[in-house]
């Protein structure tokens, strides 16, 4: 046999070895991304984004929470910005995963997500800081006391009922703080810096706050839930973390026994 025609099979079975190397490679690949789309569960709010896609401005409110059974539960309000009115909707109860409600706990009253001129954001903060308080088409800053505080025109004074400004209202102090103290789109707001004067304390703090179903239960039963959830979304999060483990090792240990196999037969044949 020539040297010639010998370099020809070596490089065709070298050829053959590394293309089936390649080809396990992509089934482990394929099976761990299996695995993802099994874990991840889609929240209701990821819906309301799809069906809220062709809306240019728009905020999605968490507006109450409950736990039944241990099931877990989200109601929203949709707020909808139009070229000449304010639109409000208030969806059904939905049920959500443990590791979202856990991860929302102390979110309600928050805008959890919304959408200016087109340009979505997912970081929480008061509702109605983003489209409404301080915009001037809205309302204006109106000074009490020596504080200033944000005041609705007349016919969008039921936003202050909406967004829970009436027991909280909003002051410049707090709204220089959201936007000026590293804030805005980066982390959640919930108030003046050792204080929670927005989110879940808002509803639930006695004599405060808009009526809610999560704020009416007894603070034992918020406590348990708050306990009984986080144990849940950490065992769903450990399940999850060993099952994209379990497919990233076997796809190592392939990969090889795939390339220590290609390794040893071209040098076999090397030889």
């Not at 309301?48 to 896609?53: E, H, K, P, R, V």
């Not at 928050?110 to 088409?137: E, F, I, Q």
């Not at 039921?158 to 102090?173: D, E, G, K, T």
Request: net charge positive; proline share 3%; aromatic share 14%.
């Amino acid at each position: 046999m020539s040297n010639g025609f010998a370099k020809v099979i070596i490089a065709v079975i070298i050829g053959f070895f590394v293309l089936r190397s390649c080809n396990t490679c992509t089934r482990s690949s394929s099976n761990r991304s299996s695995s993802t789309v099994e874990n991840w569960q889609k929240t209701p709010v990821d819906k309301l984004i799809t069906s809220l896609n062709n809306e240019q401005n728009y905020s999605i409110i968490l507006l109450d929470m409950d736990s039944r059974s241990q099931k877990y539960y989200h109601m929203y309000n949709i707020v909808i910005e139009k070229p000449d009115t304010v639109l409000s909707q208030t969806t059904d109860w939905e049920e959500v995963p443990d590791v979202f409600f856990s991860a929302n706990v102390d979110n309600m009253g928050m805008k959890k997500k919304k959408k200016k001129d087109g340009k979505l954001s997912k970081k929480a903060s008061p509702a109605g800081y983003n489209h409404y308080v301080g915009n001037p088409k809205y309302g204006r800053w109106e000074e009490r006391n020596g504080s200033s505080f944000w005041a609705f025109y007349g016919q969008y004074a039921f936003m202050s009922s909406m967004f829970n400004l009436m027991a909280y209202p909003a002051r410049r102090s707090y709204y220089d703080d959201y936007y000026g103290g590293g804030y805005y789109g980066s982390r959640p707001y919930y108030g003046p810096s050792g204080r929670n004067v927005y989110g879940t304390k808002s509803y639930t703090s006695s004599g405060t706050g808009k009526s809610s179903t999560w704020g009416n239960k007894p603070s034992s039963f918020k406590q348990n839930v708050r306990s009984q959830v986080k144990r849940s979304a950490a065992a769903s999060q450990s399940r999850s973390y060993k099952s994209s483990s379990s497919y990233s090792r076997n796809s190592r240990s392939s990969s090889r026994y795939s390339s220590s196999s290609s390794r040893s037969r071209s040098g076999g044949f090397g030889k």
